[in-house]
């Protein structure tokens, strides 16, 4: 946006607030996304309710819109009828969405828009985002990744937002397709304990972006908050980059009921300990509301 800092220069003078779950959101508005298309199908059938998503994070306090396009593909939308150009359109409207919600919200702090590409597994729909290992070569996932990433970069979003992946199969793919986007991004992994949902060593995960100077920052999300304490300082220490960290509620996902079951975890207070680690893009992932939003704004923004 014209007058607005860059995200990376943000990140060599502090840390910036992500916002939380789209999906919560949405359905807190009221939203059915018993979907295979997820928040993705409000694209094309109810687009303000996105944008009314994007403006309750930043009212909250978030400085960093992440688009609904982590499920919005090509091949997605196709198995609904919805041809290449319009798929297009859907993603340019993705990034607009946000960027509609960022004037509306009137900050007097600068607001980002982050262009999320999701896994392969998104489109898929039946959890492998969880656990990765396709049986797809990085160069078919390249193939699979490359005109999302080609449309999303040609709307110009601030940052890309390559997230919640799985493997490093799929994470070189994303990085090989990153030169030439005239884009920086972040990575970040799907974890459990010190490995990647795919269960490769999450310090080799990190290594592959260490030297590419298009990834701002590298981290972990859609994991817990307890999964969250050891990758930040582990992320910090490989890469030498700021490192971003967007956990879930602590929540579990039931994929076989498509439920959330036991309590939440994620406390604001937490993230005191992320900054310290090397954490400089802080939010949320699922189950985390702008309530939670809220509370890690006011804690980042108290004098250190």
């Known amino acids: ?4 800092p860059s995200l990376t220069d943000a990140l ?3 840390t910036v607030v ?4 789209m999906s919560n959101q949405l359905a807190a508005a009221g939203h059915d996304l018993s979907d295979e298309l997820w928040s993705a199908r409000l694209l094309a059938e109810a687009p303000e ?3 009314e998503a994007h403006l309750a994070y930043f009212e909250a306090g978030a400085d960093v819109a992440i688009t609904a396009s982590y499920q919005a593909t090509f091949e997605g939308f196709a198995r609904r009828g919805i041809d290449h150009d319009r798929t297009t359109a859907l993603l340019a409207l993705s990034v607009e969405a946000a ?3 960022a004037r509306r919200a009137r900050a007097a702090r ?4 982050a262009a999320s590409v999701g896994p392969y597994g998104a489109m898929l729909a039946d959890g492998s985002e969880y656990r990765g290992r396709y049986g797809l070569t990085v160069a078919e996932l390249e193939r699979f990744h490359r005109p999302r990433m080609e449309a999303l970069a040609a709307a110009e979003p601030d940052v890309l937002a390559l997230e919640t992946i799985p493997d490093t199969d799929e994470a070189e793919a994303l990085l ?11 990575l970040s992994y799907s974890a459990t304990g010190d490995r990647t949902r795919a269960g490769q060593p999450l310090s080799d995960a990190f290594a592959l972006a260490a030297d590419v100077d298009e990834v701002i920052a590298v981290g972990v999300n859609c994991c817990t908050p307890e999964d969250a304490d050891h990758a930040v300082a582990l992320a910090a220490r490989v890469t030498g980059k700021p490192v971003v960290v967007y956990p879930n509620s602590g929540e579990t996902w039931d994929a076989g009921a498509r439920a959330w079951t036991g309590p939440a975890t994620f406390t604001a ?3 005191t300990g992320w900054r310290a680690s090397g954490a400089r893009l802080i939010g949320g992932c699922c189950r985390v509301g702008p309530k939670t939003i809220s509370a890690i704004a006011t804690t980042l923004r108290r004098p250190v």
Do not use: C, F, H, K
């Open 1 to 4: 946006m014209s007058g607005t």
């Open 12 to 14: 060599a003078g502090g």
């Open 18 to 21: 992500l916002d939380g779950g």
């Open 49 to 51: 309710a996105i944008t």
């Open 99 to 101: 960027r509609t919600a």
């Open 110 to 113: 600068p607001l980002w828009v």
């Open 176 to 186: 090989r397709i990153l030169p030439g986007l005239g884009l920086p991004a972040w």
């Open 269 to 271: 207070e937490q993230v």
